[in-house]
């Protein structure tokens, strides 16, 4: 269906309304990059390269042991595992098996992992080899369908000095303890076949993900979204953007080819990281720096600033936290970043002063986009340029996207330019539905004049020159530093605690992460506890973005007449008192 042109003068010159030929396989970007460029670097890892023909080999060899395990067409295998380098070639091995990846955070505790595990049906998991990560995954595992462990060790990886040495002073991480039938990574990848299955995939049908989000409010679902879901994501990422290559040169498409350096700071468990870095550098057979953490250094972040100039890394994606911590960081004049040639920002809103710092740093500018997970995540995106770009908006929808206003209460009236409402999405980045979740779907999708919309829960309205204004969020989502914290998972696991009667979860603003959580907190007659015992208390149950980081304990919670506590009268004293 073409679409018509979105209502500015501002549209970026050249920039195509539609694109096609993205209903393909996504590992399609590996196999092709391979054949084109085969010894042109993917990954970085401290030193360590490996090459997309490298990559692709790999993958292929993990393709053939995972179909060696009985894992087949939609089948879903999950990745337990920080940025390292051995990502993107299990990530596409997966896929080459037909299998389904599902990305789980690296920090997540037992039970939260676990969670996730038995609702995706997950029958392998990928995991760290890490005093940490490893014995959370083993406790994760049971009462789960996942029958292999593979075990992921940094050192082959390094380069051969570095592995060696670390070794020798026991700097390599290692759990130290494995179950006997669990198996170590580097010994897979050599036993197995370098001949991926012959599997057929239709791309628009056939599942490559499935991310956990809470969407809007309650526990974490799963977005279900295809191959084409992210091969179009990318390209339409790739025709909209335009950047000058060298100084004083004028504004051209992405360079494919080895050309480019990508910083891989953004956490690819997540889909942002995971879209725009780890396949964005892919499709365009780009280098990817490998961040496993980005605080690492001293004073924190100090190894990113390292990795940018040793890198000469050109592209950076991030959410605001990240630029800030550029920004904010006390050696940065010591660092040259004059290699970053275009920088893009999501996950929360942009602080002006933040991108004029950071440009006024490196000489690019910073491109605001706005998405969610079930949208693989781009749906919109300001020009690539500052004379068009416009701060405080999420400029125009991407190509082949539609974007309505629409009433709040029922999903189907579009309202008027100008007027908010609930932002309304369709494309082909959108995802086919939240996994095993029919309610959840009915709740979010509509169809408006014979097409089918996604309702973001987020509300916003369309300015008078067609840019895209978010004003507010429609349920109690908290966004902390650009991951997505649901109150209702932080309230159930705090009403385990035996001292606590009931409690509400909020989010309040935060100048370094947006916002961040505050427990207000009514304790059981006649008992006292902590604001630390509570934080405490929360430490191995919650990830750290999702731990209270204020608690306010109250002799009573505002309720209504049916006894449910009214978060938004809380923040409401929030916002008025500034606490």
């Keep these: 269906m073409t679409l018509p042109p979105w209502p500015t003068t501002r549209w970026p010159k050249d920039v195509l309304r539609e694109i096609s030929d993205f209903e393909k396989p996504l590992f399609s970007f590996l196999d092709d990059a391979a054949r084109d460029f085969p010894n042109q670097t993917y990954t970085i890892f401290s030193d360590g390269k490996r ?82 990560f490893y014995p959370t995954a083993v406790k994760a595992i049971e009462g789960t369908d996942v029958e292999t462990v593979v075990i992921c060790s940094v050192k082959s990886y390094l380069p051969p000095i570095k592995g060696f040495l670390g070794a020798l002073l026991g700097k390599i991480p290692k759990a130290g303890n494995y179950a006997p039938d669990h198996l170590f990574f580097d010994n897979v990848v050599a036993a197995a076949s370098p001949q991926a299955p012959k599997i057929q995939i239709d791309p628009t049908k056939d599942l490559a993900l499935i991310i956990y989000t809470g969407g809007t409010t309650g526990v974490p679902k799963g977005a279900s979204l295809t191959h084409s879901n992210f091969v179009f994501d990318i390209m339409a990422v790739f025709e909209w953007m335009r950047i000058p290559h060298e100084p004083g040169s004028p504004p051209e498409k992405l360079r494919h080819g080895g050309f480019h350096c990508y910083l891989g700071v953004l956490p690819w468990y997540h889909s942002f990281g995971l879209t725009l870095c780890l396949l964005g550098s892919c499709a365009s057979a780009s280098s990817l720096v490998c961040i496993p953490d980005p605080r690492a250094g001293t004073p924190p972040f100090t190894e990113v600033l390292k990795a940018v100039q040793k890198y000469k890394t050109t592209i950076v ?57 079930e949208t693989a995540p781009v749906a919109s995106l300001n020009p690539t340029n500052t004379t068009d770009r416009k701060f405080g908006s999420v400029g125009f929808p ?182």
């Design 317 to 373: 994606i991030a959410v605001p936290t990240i630029f800030i911590a550029f920004t904010n960081h006390p050696l940065l004049e010591q660092f040259d970043l004059s290699s970053i040639k275009s920088c893009g920002s999501g996950g929360a809103p942009l602080p002006v002063e933040v991108a004029k710092k950071f440009e006024a740093k490196t000489g690019c500018i910073i491109f605001e986009g706005y998405g969610l997970s």
């Design 51 to 132: 090459t997309y023909a490298q990559v692709k080999d790999t993958a292929d060899r993990l393709a053939n042991f995972i179909a060696s395990k009985g894992i087949g067409k939609g089948d879903r295998v999950a990745i337990f595992l920080p940025n390292l380098p051995h990502y993107p070639a299990i990530y596409f091995g997966i896929l080459k098996a037909g299998a389904v990846c599902v990305t789980c955070n690296p920090v997540y505790t037992a039970g939260e992992l676990n969670y996730q595990l038995k609702d995706a049906g997950a029958k392998m998991v990928f995991v760290m080899d890490h005093p940490q």
């Design 398 to 579: 991407m190509p082949n996207t539609d974007v309505k206003i629409v009433d709040s209460k029922t999903g189907l009236k579009e309202l008027a330019q100008g007027e908010d409402g609930e932002i309304a999405i369709s494309g082909p980045q959108v995802m086919t539905g939240y996994w095993n979740k029919p309610l959840e779907n009915s709740a979010v999708f509509r169809e408006i004049e014979g097409k089918r919309f996604f309702l973001t829960g987020d509300v916003g309205h369309v300015d008078p020159e067609g840019y895209i204004i978010i004003t507010d969020r429609k349920k109690d989502l908290i966004l902390v530093g650009g991951f997505n914290c649901y109150p209702r998972e932080v309230e159930e696991v705090l009403y385990t605690h035996p001292k606590i009667a009931n409690v509400a979860v909020v989010g309040i603003p935060d100048p370094r992460s947006g916002e961040s959580v505050k427990a207000f907190i009514q304790l059981l007659p006649g008992e006292t506890v902590t604001e630390a015992e509570i934080m405490e208390f929360c430490k191995d149950k919650l990830a750290g973005y999702k731990r209270p980081r204020s608690i306010e304990f109250r002799e009573s919670l505002p309720t209504s007449p049916v006894g449910k506590v009214l978060r938004r009268v809380l923040r409401d004293e929030v916002r008025k008192n500034g606490a």
